[in-house]
Every structure is written in C-alpha cells, then in structure tokens.
C-alpha cells in the first residue's frame, strides 16, 4: 500500500465514495483505507475538502478531529504503515542527519551527556547516525512493528507501560527527529517524558516544515522551566530546551 487514510466515522460515508481507496480495517472507531497508488485528483481533492492533511508521504488524516486524539489517529497511521513500508518511503540519509545535527548540538550545549532517550524512535534510524557506543540510547515508540524493528538493529526499546516504569532524572537528553510536527504527544506524555530529564538535560527536537513548535513549547513550559534556544536548519527549526527546574 502506497498510500493509507485514517477516517472517523463522521467522515466514513464520504470516503468510502472515493473510488481510488479501498477499505481495509476498523480499528475500535477508526477505519483504515489504503490504496496502491498516490491519491490523487478528484479523489484528493475529496480529503482536502473534508479538513483531511498529508501528514506522512501520501498518507491523510483529518486535521481537526475534536471527538478524538491525535495521538490514536497517528499511531493507527504508523501501525498501518509499519516498519518496513516506513524505511521505503523516507530517505533515510535526511533523518539521520537530522540527528547527527540535533546530537553534536546537545553534545556542546550539555556536560556529560551519555544517557539518550529517542522518542519516535521508529525502526532505529539514530544506530544509523551515532556509534551506539558512545552513547546508552534507549528508542520509544508507540507502535509495535517499530520497535520490534528497532531492537533488531540492536537498540535498546522500551514500550509505553515500560516508559513509566523509568525513574525520574535518568535521561540527559531526549531526543525527537521527525516526531513533534505530528504533534500527536499528549500534555500527560510530554510531562511523563519530561521527568526523566535530570536537571540541566536536553530535550531537542526538529520541527519538519517548522509545523508544532508554537503547540510542543507551549505544552512544555507547563511541565516546568526551561531554557530554550532555537535555530533553524534543512530540517525545520531546531528546538533545544534545557531543563531548569521541574
Ligand atoms: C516520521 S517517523 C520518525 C522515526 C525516526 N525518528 C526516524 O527519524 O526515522 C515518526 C515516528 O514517531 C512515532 N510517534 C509519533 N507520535 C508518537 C508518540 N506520541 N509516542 C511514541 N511514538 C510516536 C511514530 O510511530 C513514528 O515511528
């Protein structure tokens, strides 16, 4: 499948008039299409017209969707698309020197930086862009394929009950590369992760096509005090916050 759409039942009837995409699951209330070409024509046009976004190569989903998370809508999106259709469609030299960028930054901003989480790991790229060696990464992410995926090219995972379980002030930095301008992190998780920063750690992120900064730092600054610096590079804008005080 080339191409996935994540409906909500307000908005099945009008999808499933769209002839290039063919019903593939319910997830609880969520239905899933897929189709082997791009979408396009009439039948994008369809999805723009009912609030539906590209939010990953050729895959949609509503953009507003008040009765719902967005978190759920995400991960039901990579779910469908899993690990291996995910390394297909991206260029993988662009993530990993997304995260070259984002490690040597925090390595300057940050003494003694040694202890990495990886937020929307996916399937591992960062072991492609760091000697695992030099750094005890741990990858998270919420969907399962990813992570059994990730673990295969020798990470180190933990999943979201695992995620819990970790003790607070034990990470020195986490690190999201093409993750937040999805923004399907909800405040409970934003806060969950932010406690594992110790003080004085990192949180550094990208934002593709600078979309969900305003929306992440907004929830951050909640969770406690940080100190932000921001610089804009190929990959969107770069956030680096540093953990002040909870
Ligand atoms: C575009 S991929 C990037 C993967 C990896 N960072 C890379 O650069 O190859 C986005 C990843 O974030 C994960 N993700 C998105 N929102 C998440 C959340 N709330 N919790 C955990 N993982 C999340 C997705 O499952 C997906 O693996």
């Not at 979408?39 to 009765?67: H, M, R």
């Not at 999106?77 to 984002?102: D, H, M, P, W």
């Not at 979201?160 to 992190?185: G, Q, R, T, W």
């Amino acid at each position: 499948m080339i191409s996935f759409v994540v409906a909500t039942e307000r908005l099945l009837a009008k999808v499933l008039e769209i002839q290039e995409l063919s019903f593939l699951k319910q997830q609880d209330d969520l239905f899933i299409f897929g189709s082997n070409e791009p979408v396009s024509g009439p039948g994008k046009q369809v999805l723009l017209n009912l609030g539906f976004v590209k939010i990953f190569e050729d895959c949609y989903v509503p953009d507003q969707c008040a009765d719902y998370s967005r978190e759920r809508i995400v991960r039901v999106l990579f779910e469908s698309i899993g690990a291996e259709s995910y390394l297909k469609r991206i260029t993988i030299q662009k993530n990993v020197g997304c995260y070259q960028v984002l490690l040597r930054r925090a390595v300057n901003q940050t003494p003694n930086l040694s202890r990495v989480l990886d937020v929307g790991c996916g399937p591992g790229t960062i072991l492609d862009a760091v000697d695992g060696n030099s750094f005890h990464i741990t990858g998270f992410d919420f969907v399962e394929d990813n992570l059994v995926a990730a673990r295969k090219k020798g990470l180190n995972t933990v999943g979201s009950k695992e995620l819990m379980l970790l003790p607070a002030n034990s990470v020195d930095l986490v690190i999201c590369s093409f993750v937040l301008h999805y923004e399907s992190l909800s405040l409970a998780m934003i806060s969950q992760i932010a406690s594992l920063i110790r003080p004085y750690g990192l949180w550094a992120a990208n934002f593709h096509k600078d979309r969900g900064y305003s929306w992440f730092t907004e929830m951050l600054i909640k969770t406690g005090t940080y100190h932000l610096r921001t610089e804009e590079s190929e990959f969107g804008r770069l956030l680096f916050a540093t953990k002040l005080e909870s």
